[in-house]
């Protein structure tokens, strides 16, 4: 009874463990036979690396049923499947990632100079387009004092201008007030030299009338 329990407890682990994948260790090779023995013929050789599908194995757990890539079914020693594949695997896998890193590495290394280069564009232009900035500022500076001292200039024109006509209008009422003197001065003139001209006629008229005349002597007194 319990030799039949512990047949069938390597069988529920055979079950358990049956179509998982296992590699052929490091070993030169091994011997793939018909049955679980080295008794049965040989179907093959096996050499490391080799990638199987456990099928099962045996009541013993010494021997495992596998099935090859191609389809080829046999059993082989246990002791010699693993569950990672080996180094004579693994190495050549590594060696091409190790390549693979090696040219990403050499690529980021070319786009690391390119972004180098590409900021030291950056930086030239940067700086170009900071003086550009800084003249057009300058000039910009200069600009609004000239249009300050411009609308400066243009208010003292205007007040100028105003300053003119006021001073123009003045001059005009000036002329037109010494005309108007000119004109009385003349009238004045005029007047006085006509009554001048009036009181000698009057005098010379009136005078000798006033003046008393002498009596004249008579021969006959």
Do not use: C
Request: charged share 20%; proline share 3%.
């Amino acid at each position: 009874m319990i030799r039949f329990l512990f047949i069938l407890l390597l069988a529920a682990g055979s079950a358990a463990q049956a179509q998982e994948s296992r590699y052929i260790s490091d070993e030169v090779f091994i011997v793939l036979h018909a049955g679980p023995g080295s008794n049965y013929r040989w179907l093959g050789k096996l050499i490391p690396g080799t990638q199987l599908v456990e099928k099962r194995r045996s009541t013993d757990g010494n021997w495992a049923e596998v099935a090859t890539s191609r389809g080829t079914e046999g059993w082989v020693q246990a002791e010699y499947l693993s569950t990672e594949p080996p180094a004579q695997v693994r190495l050549p896998a590594v060696v091409r990632q190790l390549e693979e890193a090696q040219q990403e590495s050499a690529a980021l290394r070319s786009n690391l100079a390119e972004l180098r280069a590409n900021q030291s564009d950056v930086s030239a232009q940067l700086a170009e387009s900071n003086a550009k900035l800084q003249q057009v500022s300058e000039e910009l500076a200069q600009l609004r004092q000239i249009s300050g001292s411009a609308v400066e200039t243009a208010e003292n024109n205007r007040r100028l201008v105003e300053d003119s006509a006021t001073l123009r209008t003045t001059l005009d009422t000036l002329q037109a007030d010494n005309q108007r003197l000119q004109d009385r001065v003349s009238s004045s003139a005029f007047m006085d030299g006509a009554l001048a001209v009036l009181l000698g006629v009057i005098i010379t008229l009136v005078v000798p009338r006033l003046w008393p005349k002498r009596k004249s002597s008579s021969s006959w007194a």
